[in-house]
């Protein structure tokens, strides 16, 4: 009888272990999805809606908003200052952002 | 009726920027090219005036997030809502009922110019297909090009080259003008129009060079 006792102690902690285990590598493998899932920026919610675009279409994105340099575009490279995770495109938004307000103060002299 | 949009210094170095850009690198630069030329005030009420800088502002809008977005595809709401659609019918309606005698004078020229004659005829005729044309559609796009200047102006020198380029975008825009919107969006995101970017072309380098004489003046 207490064999029995024993035993059926046995099956329920290697039950227990199991359990454990599989819910472990099940978070784990949750945790390394979103490791390497890029952060999302909000900055490009206003031109891309929610899809965050790749930091290479961003770049694009704010050279072309460096371009138009006004209220708004310049507005949104400020954000993307802020917000921006990605060095090179933290730094071609500062170039944009630097090129808008050259043109703004050229043009503010010659009128 | 005399149209007129006047450019800042400031306005005309965005605009000659981002339509060099856009020949390059976006196919809706057609688009943006009208949204950026359109006239803002004409020789007639005060109240065409507003209509025309509305519809102006609208378009400019949604195609300078057009051109920095860079969509791999367009569709309906991205040229146009109910809104756009309903002040371009209104200004179109407003242009068409005004007679010779309301021509108003036009404020003296202060800078870089861009003029022409609007024919009212030719935008009443548009009315019925702009107030049943499906969103999206290329019809307002004919509207916009109708109301599109002729010459670039500074004081006694003026480029024709945007006569050319207005009359090639009538012309292609009037071969759409059957077509599902669908069509005219896939010929707007294909972009090979080599016709029209030399027209265009041309069109840059006259504010290229209107912009210089404003600068040394």
């Avoid at chain 1, 930091?55 to 371009?67: D, F, K, Y």
């Avoid at chain 2, 569709?75 to 309903?86: F, H, Y």
């Avoid at chain 2, 030719?122 to 019925?128: C, E, F, M, Q, Y």
């Avoid at chain 2, 896939?186 to 290229?208: Q, T, Y």
Wanted: hydrophobic residues 45%; proline residues 5%.
């Amino acid at each position: 009888m207490p064999l029995f006792g024993i035993l059926a102690v046995v099956l329920l902690s290697a039950s227990v272990y199991l359990a454990t285990q599989l819910r472990r590598r099940g978070s784990t493998r949750e945790a390394v999805a979103v490791a390497l899932a890029p952060p999302a920026v909000r900055w490009t919610k206003e031109i891309a809606g929610d899809d965050t675009p790749t930091p290479q279409a961003r770049i694009a994105i704010v050279e072309r908003l460096g371009l138009l340099a006004n209220g708004w575009s310049v507005a949104l490279l400020e954000e993307a200052l802020d917000d921006e995770y990605d060095a090179a495109v933290r730094e071609a938004a500062w170039r944009a952002l630097l090129r808008a307000r050259a043109d703004e103060a050229t043009s503010s002299r010659s009128t | 009726m005399t149209s007129v949009l006047e450019l800042s210094p400031t306005r005309l170095a965005r605009c000659i920027r981002v339509l060099d850009r856009g020949l390059t690198a976006s196919p809706i630069v057609h688009l943006i090219a009208l949204s950026f030329l359109l006239p803002e005030s004409a020789g007639g009420s005060s109240r065409i005036c507003s209509l025309l800088a509305t519809c102006a502002r609208s378009r400019r809008k949604r195609c300078e997030r057009l051109f920095v977005r860079l969509p791999a595809t367009i569709g309906a709401d991205d040229l146009e809502s109910v809104e756009d659609r309903g002040a371009l019918v209104e200004l179109a309606d407003a242009i068409a009922r005004t007679g010779d005698a309301d021509e108003t004078r036009l404020a003296p020229q202060s800078g870089v110019r861009i003029a022409g004659e609007i024919a009212r005829d030719r935008v009443g005729a548009l009315l019925p297909e702009l107030e049943t044309a499906p969103l999206g559609s290329v019809i307002p796009w004919i509207l916009c090009s109708e109301l599109l200047g002729t010459a670039i102006v500074y004081r006694a020198s003026q480029s024709a080259s945007l006569q050319a380029y207005r009359g090639s975008l009538l012309e292609r825009f009037a071969s759409l003008s059957e077509q599902s919107p669908q069509i005219f969006w896939k010929a707007l995101a294909r972009g090979e129009e080599p016709l029209l970017r030399e027209r265009l072309g041309n069109v840059i380098d006259g504010l290229r060079g209107a912009a210089a004489l404003a600068a040394t003046a």
